[in-house]
C-alpha cells in the first residue's frame, strides 16, 4: 500500500529556532514532493527530489532513498514561515500519482 | 494567466444539486489532478488525466463524481446530488511531466459547501 506518514503533526517553535519535519514512506517512489499551505490559501511547491539535498533560501530539503525518509529543515525559522507543511510521493507502483502525508501544522511564534 | 485557475473560488450547493468546478491548468501542462481537501485534512487523490486521458479515477469517492478534460487542457469536475460530506475544499493541479514526477502548480481552490 501506498503510505506517507509526517511527524510531527503540529510544532511550535520561538523565531530563530531550527525546525525539522519528517516524512516516511512505504514503497518506492520516483519522487517525492514538499508543499507549503497557508491558512485559507493554495498550496505552493517547494521541493520535489528523488535523492540527495536541495536547498531555498533558507529551506533545506533530504532525502535518504534506502530508508525511505525525507525531512525539510527551517533554519532561522520566522512568523511568516507559519503554514501547514506537506509531503507527497509519487509512487512508481501507482503510475506516480501523489500520495500525500496528513500535513504538519506549524506555528513560530515571534 | 500565468498560473492554475479554478473557479468558482467558493461554492454553495443546497444538498442534491449538481456542481461544476472548473480547473484552467498552465498552457502546455500534460498531466491534470484534482484532490479533495477536507477540513484540517491533507489532499485526498481523486483523479489524474494526461492530456485528454483519464488515467486514474481510483479516488472518486461515489459514482456522484465525474471529471473530464476533453481537449487535454481545460478540466470540469462534476459533482451530482451533492451530499454534506461532499463539503471540502477541490484542488487542481497540473504539471509540465507525466504524474508526479515534475514540480507541481497548485490552484487556489474552490471550497464547496453543501447545506
Known amino acids: 500500500k501506498n503510505e506517507v506518514e509526517q511527524s510531527p503533526q503540529n510544532l511550535t517553535a520561538q523565531e530563530g529556532e531550527f525546525i525539522t519535519i519528517n516524512c516516511s514512506y512505504s514503497v518506492g517512489i520516483s519522487a517525492l514532493h514538499w508543499l507549503q499551505q497557508h491558512p485559507g490559501g493554495g498550496i505552493v511547491s517547494l521541493f520535489m527530489l528523488s535523492s540527495g539535498k536541495k536547498k531555498h533560501g533558507r529551506l533545506i530539503a533530504t532525502i535518504n532513498i534506502q530508508e525511505k525518509h525525507s525531512s525539510l529543515h527551517i533554519t532561522a525559522s520566522h512568523p511568516r514561515d507559519s503554514a501547514v507543511y506537506i509531503c507527497a510521493g509519487a509512487f512508481k507502483a501507482a503510475g506516480n500519482k501523489l500520495t500525500f502525508g496528513g500535513g504538519t501544522r506549524v506555528l513560530v511564534k515571534p | 494567466g500565468a498560473g492554475v485557475s479554478q473557479s468558482p473560488r467558493y461554492k454553495v450547493a443546497k444538498r442534491g444539486q449538481d456542481v461544476a468546478l472548473r480547473c484552467d491548468p498552465i498552457?502546455?501542462?500534460?498531466?491534470l489532478f484534482w484532490y479533495q481537501q477536507a477540513l484540517g485534512q491533507g489532499p485526498e487523490f481523486l483523479t489524474y488525466?494526461?492530456?485528454?486521458?483519464?488515467?486514474?479515477k481510483s479516488g472518486l469517492p461515489s459514482d456522484r463524481f465525474f471529471a473530464e478534460r476533453p481537449e487535454g487542457s481545460v478540466s470540469t469536475l462534476k459533482i451530482q446530488r451533492t451530499q454534506q460530506e461532499d463539503s471540502a475544499v477541490y484542488l487542481c493541479a497540473s504539471s509540465i511531466g507525466q504524474g508526479g514526477n515534475s514540480p507541481l502548480h497548485f490552484g487556489n481552490g474552490t471550497r464547496l459547501t453543501v447545506t
Open positions: 498552457s502546455g501542462h500534460v498531466s
Open positions: 488525466f494526461q492530456n485528454e486521458a483519464q488515467l486514474d
